[in-house]
């Protein structure tokens, strides 16, 4: 089973990952959503969302934009960061799982990329 997280606005998937409202969790077994549950964001500090996530079991991280820090500590931990996602979480993670969701490389201090960002 893998686990992904989708940080999110209820359910869109928000723009920047360290103030969402929410994380939805996906589990996820033969390519199919099996389960799903929404946690509340603990707070942003730094370093402490990828661990948490980490934690938790998550394997991918699905999300609008990303600090480098942040992506930095998921690769370190062997997740799957994907940025530059919009629209609703759930759509999102059946792209993810037919292969057609994307990451864009998305890093949100560099905002030259307009449109990345959600301006």
Same mark, same amino acid.
């Given at each position: $089973? ?7 606005? !209820?359910? $869109?998937?928000?723009? +920047?990952f360290?103030? @969402?409202?929410?994380? !939805?969790? /996906?589990?996820?077994?033969?390519? =199919? ?7 509340? *964001?603990? &707070? ?6 990828? !661990?948490f996530? *980490? ?10 934009? $990303?600090? &480098?820090?942040?992506i930095?500590? /998921? ?7 994907? #940025? ?5 979480a ?14 864009? &490389?998305? #890093? @949100?201090?560099? +905002? =030259? +990329?307009?449109?990345? @960002? &959600?301006?």
């Amino acid at each position: $089973m893998i686990k992904i997280a989708v940080a999110s606005e !209820n359910e $869109m998937i928000t723009e +920047h990952f360290g103030h @969402c409202a929410n994380f !939805n969790i /996906f589990a996820v077994e033969d390519n =199919q959503i099996v389960k799903s549950e929404s946690i509340p *964001n603990p &707070g942003h500090r730094p370093g402490f969302l990828p !661990n948490f996530l *980490n934690d938790l079991g998550v394997n991918v991280i699905i999300s609008g934009g $990303m600090g &480098g820090g942040a992506i930095d500590i /998921f690769n370190e931990k062997g997740i799957e960061v994907i #940025v530059g996602a919009s629209g609703n979480a759930k759509t999102a993670v059946e792209a993810y799982l037919h292969g057609s969701l994307k990451s864009t &490389g998305s #890093v @949100c201090h560099k +905002h =030259q +990329h307009h449109g990345e @960002c &959600g301006e």
